[in-house]
């Protein structure tokens, strides 16, 4: 059993917030349940490397669990209790929020956060395209309501507003996939003598003609890259879940050799400033760059 779920059964709290965790036994034999949560782990996983891989699968979920839990008590949960929020509640979920968004900027006070538009996606629980959430925000805020955005969206007077410009349907099926830390591994690109090498796999980076290929460059200097396959599904916001991005874009690689980048992207938006710090990072890692072609709306 990892450490999350071992905290999960011995807090309280925790487990009053993911339903179905929570124990009806008293905290005197959080040992015991401990124990027997292993027995039923280990049946399920069966051997050494399956538990292994099981472990991988098993704390990515408690990372989706809780990060859904935080955030729906944000922006859902605290408003169906019936009861007056405090100062300190309100302060208490914009603390959540901003740390949402604003993740990496103690590394790198120049990243950017993501644009306006997409901190609707970063806070929602169901992490929805932002784009598409911003058309019913207009709605929401023109409405006066005095309901928090989410809840009159899900629950209150606005769960059944549906729009022309943006179907319900499509509201609710374009939900950018947010990776958790496990997941993100897959997607993290070194530089081995001048070449884009996937780390976990040891694969160059290739990417295929007529797709699109996103990359994000993290406040403490760790690049990923993956395709984008559909719009509303997978986005440079995916990578780190939201926070803040030293530089995103698009590349075009073959075999590893970078061929082309260009710093396009509409969740970062940008600057000059963040494509020099993605330059001087390939420059760092020795990238030959004399045949790469820069495409870029700055002067650099």
Request: hydrophobic share 35%; net charge positive; aromatic share 12%.
């Amino acid at each position: 059993m990892n450490e999350t779920t071992a905290v999960a059964v011995r807090d309280p709290k925790l487990s009053r917030c993911l339903p179905g965790l929570s124990s009806p036994r008293p905290l005197s034999e959080p040992d015991a349940a401990a124990a027997r949560l292993q027995r039923i782990y280990r049946s399920l996983c069966g051997s050494r490397r399956n538990r292994s891989d099981c472990a991988v699968v098993v704390d990515e979920l408690w990372w989706k669990a809780l990060d859904f839990a935080s955030l729906k008590h944000c922006s859902v949960s605290f408003f169906d209790v019936g009861k007056p929020e405090t100062a300190a509640s309100r302060w208490a979920r914009a603390r959540t929020r901003a740390a949402k968004i604003g993740k990496g900027l103690s590394k790198d006070e120049k990243a950017q956060k993501l644009a306006l538009q997409h901190w609707l996606e970063a806070i929602d629980p169901r992490h929805r395209y932002g784009h598409n959430l911003q058309s019913y925000y207009d709605v929401w805020f023109e409405s006066e309501s005095s309901q928090p955005f989410f809840y009159w969206l899900d629950v209150g007077d606005g769960r059944a507003t549906n729009l022309d410009k943006c179907p319900r349907s499509n509201l609710q099926d374009q939900r950018i996939r947010y990776l958790g830390p496990r997941e993100r591994e897959a997607y993290e690109v070194i530089v081995e003598d001048g070449r884009l090498v996937y780390r976990e796999s040891g694969l160059p980076v290739s990417t295929v003609e007529g797709s699109k290929w996103i990359f994000v460059l993290s406040t403490s200097r760790a690049l990923y890259v993956g395709q984008q396959k559909r719009k509303g599904n997978f986005h440079h916001s995916s990578f780190l879940a939201g926070g803040a991005a030293t530089a995103a874009g698009r590349l075009v690689a073959a075999g590893g050799a970078l061929k082309a980048i260009w710093p396009y992207s509409g969740h970062y938006l940008p600057t000059a400033e963040n494509f020099e710090e993605f330059i001087v990072f390939l420059r760092d890692n020795n990238v030959d760059l004399s045949n790469v072609k820069v495409y870029s709306y700055f002067h650099l």
